[in-house]
């Protein structure tokens, strides 16, 4: 009797160590997915600051900013690589393929080789001058949001819901995602 007993003291001991394991491996992937999400916003906006002639010049108002209406989930087609030199709008072009392939792991044919579980990047500006045609006057901030599909919460383990930035709603797919967001004056 006293064996069966001992036994289940150590089996009620060994659930919660493991239920302890489990919230313990969620935690590093949504660590792991902050960071990479961080890395990759943070690339972006050293692009963006290195190409501030771009940015700030007064053609992206009739052209379009391509940082702003950029495609960072389709990176099949390569631009010209800017490696040995381009225009600024060939560089924006570049930046984007090159934040869209970091997200993807410089695997565009699998999913399992994504830094960022489903992740995507949008960009958007504050516009400081409201009263011109500009979409994104010179001197406007801009905003990196990197998002991922975020780990799925554990009730078992005493997690209510996800704890996320606010401003990451706004431009969010649903509510599954969590996001960085990271605001740069070129």
Do not use: H
Request: glycine share 6%; net charge negative; aromatic share 6%.
């Amino acid at each position: 009797m006293e064996v069966l007993i001992a036994m289940l003291v150590i089996a009620v001991g060994l659930l919660g160590y493991l239920s302890l394991q489990l919230a313990s491996i969620n935690s590093n992937q949504e660590g792991m997915a902050r960071s990479q999400a961080n890395l990759i916003a943070q690339d972006l906006a050293s692009a963006i600051r290195a190409n501030r002639a771009y940015v700030n010049s007064s053609d992206t108002a009739s052209l379009g900013n391509l940082y702003l209406a950029g495609d960072y989930t389709s990176c099949d087609a390569a631009p010209v690589d800017c490696s040995a030199g381009c225009t600024p709008e060939e560089q924006a072009q570049y930046d984007v393929y090159q934040a869209c392939q970091s997200i993807q792991g410089f695997d565009t044919t699998s999913k399992e080789s994504d830094l960022i579980t489903e992740g995507y990047i949008d960009v958007s500006c504050d516009d400081r001058d409201t009263g011109d045609a500009d979409v994104c006057s010179p001197g406007s901030t801009l905003s990196i949001f990197a998002y991922w599909q975020a780990s799925q919460t554990r009730e078992d383990t005493g997690q209510k819901g996800l704890i996320r930035n606010a401003r990451c709603d706004a431009l969010a797919k649903d509510a599954s995602f969590d996001c960085i967001v990271l605001d740069v004056m070129p």
